[in-house]
């Protein structure tokens, strides 16, 4: 297809008009890949639960990729586009921490953030919502949407990280698996083999086995370097 599927309609002007619309593909879609993974969200599946045939898809997407594509771009309307308040700073920790609570419920997106961008009109307006709170920060606009692009990049492998530790405590909780390694890592400690590991076991454990959410921090130290004014290139002794 030439044109992107934001540019087609939805139904063409001759022929048998359309038995469904694309929000509702892309809602059972989402559903699929919610319950069983992306993997899991094949033609056949998707028809499946649609109680049509996969050919009949097509009269709607061009391929799977265009299928994730309005997937993507549907979940982008969950977030809550605030009017900027004037801390830009405030304002895009605030859009990672609702990256990471749209990224739990919609697991399946987080390898997808780093890949090609969705362009979808959900995904249009969460740009323009990000070039909005940083609308008079002294950066070009090529460095705000790498900043943003970062960001988006830093919670997904955040939330990757996170739900691999999940898979890993194998049915433990949170508390019951702190306190399995901290129990190790005294021992370990303990044989003075790791003096800098012993030390920091001595202060304070926590910051080792249960450190407090770094979302927060690690996405300010981010964007703060991100956004800092360019420094200008040094071109050697005149």
Known sequence: MDQAIWMRPESMPTGRPNE???AEITAAAVAIADTDGLDAVTMRRLA????????SLYRYVANRDELIDLMVDSVAAEYELDPPSGD????LVGLARQTRTIMRRH???????????TMGPNSLDLVEHVLAVLDDHPASVGTKLQAFAMLNGIVALF???????ERRRNGQTIEQWQAAQTAYLRHIAAQG?????SQAMMQDPTTI???EDPLDLLTMRILKGALNPATPTHQGPE
Do not use: F, I, K, Y
């Open 159 to 165: 939330m990757q990280n996170e739900l691999a530790g």
């Open 88 to 91: 830009w700073l405030a304002d």
């Open 107 to 117: 697991p399946w997106l987080v390898p997808l953030v780093t890949g090609q961008p």
């Open 209 to 211: 086995v249960a450190p």
């Open 193 to 197: 083999r790791h003096p800098r590991l």
């Open 48 to 55: 499946s639960s649609l109680a049509t045939g996969p050919a």
């Open 20 to 22: 469904r619309s694309r």
